[in-house]
């Protein structure tokens, strides 16, 4: 994990604790802590791919014969997104 990662966590685990808290107080100790298992789940992954290396797939056809725009695609997360190149 990055040291943005990190920062990332902090803030978000910062800002949305005292919220948890306080709900915990008002309701059963079981539902404060499903809460923030749930909110630690959230705050990494937000935190952990910011895709270091992603991969510029050409476009081309699926096996229903649609065709398919380029895309990138980060290995490390396996997210894509629609692909755009910087015109040089």
């Not at 978000?12 to 298992?37: K, M, N, Q, R």
């Amino acid at each position: 994990m990055q040291a943005a990662g990190f920062y990332a966590l902090n803030v978000i685990l910062g800002l949305l604790l005292p919220v948890v808290l306080a709900v915990e107080a008002a309701l059963p100790w079981w539902t404060g802590l499903i809460g923030g298992l749930a909110l630690l789940g959230v705050a990494f992954q937000i935190a952990t791919c910011r895709h270091p290396n992603p991969t510029l797939r050409p476009a081309g056809f699926d096996r229903q014969g649609r065709r398919h725009p380029p895309h990138w695609h980060c290995e490390d997360c396996g997210r894509t997104w629609r692909g755009t190149r910087p015109r040089s």
